[in-house]
């Protein structure tokens, strides 16, 4: 099939799901979230429970109708486009070869959303590979006013601190693309390890409560501005 045509296809199909993704918070339907397998030996699979439980949180407490069972989805295939909210974390190396780029790249610009949770270890990996990606982009530190740390849920001081590591602030990153914000990336925080079963890291319920509406912010956020 010609490039062009195929193109042209992944457009339109991506529209249809920015449609469907935007309706949501109206009179939601049923859609799916995926996890992002990629390679260069990081462990992205981290974290099983965390979305499951952050979608059975945002269903609970937001009405909406998103599946329960998390998808899981390799960089570079099309299946990407399925898909209208994409996680992605891990501890270590991450490589997205020259296809994967464009396929992440195009879905990003298509109307895609990538969160990107740094698991510990990750940042030194991600960075350069975002670069490659959005050549022409800067991540940029979100300020503590920007709309999704205070609502529905309101964090005065912004990302909260989940997990300490190095002890450093807790740090929320995004890519924005003709004033969209398409990737937001989490650094020393740990979201998703607060969106975890409570026995895996044994963190508080207020410090789980914590995560899992900041996690309800950033989805609300990212499906009522498309």
């Not at 940029?140 to 909260?160: A, C, M, Q, R, T």
Request: charged share 20%; with cysteine.
């Amino acid at each position: 099939m010609n490039c062009d045509v195929m193109n042209a296809m992944k457009k339109i199909f991506i529209v249809s799901l920015v449609l469907l993704a935007t309706a949501v918070f109206a009179t939601p339907p049923s859609f799916q979230f995926a996890l992002l397998k990629y390679n260069g030996g990081g462990d992205w699979y981290a974290n099983p429970t965390s979305l499951p439980n952050l979608v059975k949180f945002v269903n609970k407490n937001l009405g909406t109708n998103i599946n329960e069972e998390i998808a899981t989805v390799d960089a570079g295939s099309p299946e990407i486009f399925n898909y209208p909210f994409v996680h992605m974390t891990g501890h270590g190396n991450v490589i997205f070869s020259a296809q994967e780029q464009k396929n992440l790249r195009d879905y990003l610009i298509g109307g895609g959303f990538l969160h990107i949770d740094d698991n510990y270890g990750m940042d030194k990996f991600i960075r350069p590979q975002l670069k490659k990606l959005f050549p022409e982009l800067d991540l940029v530190e979100l300020p503590i006013s920007f709309p999704f740390y205070h609502k529905p849920f309101d964090f005065p001081n912004g990302l909260p601190k989940i997990h300490e590591h190095d002890g450093l602030p807790a740090q929320g990153f995004g890519l924005f693309w003709e004033g969209r914000l398409i990737v937001y990336y989490t650094y020393e925080c740990d979201l998703g390890d607060g969106w975890e079963d409570q026995d895996v890291h044994h963190d508080s319920e207020p410090t789980r409560l914590k995560a899992l509406q900041m996690g309800a912010n950033m989805l609300q956020y990212v499906f009522t501005n498309k």
